[in-house]
């Protein structure tokens, strides 16, 4: 009985610990397609990033010292997400922005590697992007967005 009474704890902590994130629950997204599906919409680095979370190499990210004017969007779904204004030079090795287009990025929390961190998913498929960290510029969001650029397509602003 004790045990049972443990058991039911834990589940109770779990589901009021998923309470607290900041997006609720399993969401259904405007773009949802099957793994087959992205499979073979995206290349195989992409679909590692984005739909298995995955992490590409730092420094391996040709936008990490891209400086061009232009917008940013999801690789998976092609849905703006950072605009070029708000990226800077992080020195991390991903390409890094103090905030996202407004209500396009969705923060959700992952515990992959033991602790809590804030993931960073596109809104409207759901592909993984990257993590928020609060180590960003302080004298704007005081966020750093760090994003993998394979997740990332750029659009340059025309000229
Ligand atoms: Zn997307």
């Known amino acids: 009985m004790k045990k049972i009474f443990s058991i039911l704890t834990i589940l109770f902590l779990s589901f009021s610990l998923k309470g607290q994130t900041l997006s609720k629950g399993k969401k259904t997204y405007k773009i949802e397609k099957t793994n087959s599906e992205w499979k073979n919409l995206l290349t195989a680095k992409q679909y ?81 992007l990257g993590h928020s960290f609060d180590d960003g510029p302080k004298n704007t969001t005081g966020k750093r967005h760090c994003i993998n650029g394979i997740a990332l397509e750029f659009i340059p602003e025309s000229k």
């Not at 998976?76 to 708000?86: D, I, Q």
């Not at 800077?88 to 590697?113: A, C, H, M, T």
């Open 48 to 128: 590692r990033i984005l739909r298995e979370a995955g992490t590409e190499r730092a420094f391996s990210s040709s936008f990490n010292k891209n400086k061009e004017k232009g917008t940013y969007a999801c690789a998976a779904c092609k849905t703006p997400l950072y605009k070029s204004e708000y990226k800077y030079d992080s020195g991390s090795g991903w390409p890094s922005f103090d905030r996202p287009i407004q209500g396009n990025v969705e923060l959700d929390i992952d515990y992959k590697i033991g602790y809590a961190r804030t993931e960073l998913k596109c809104n409207t498929c759901g592909s993984h």
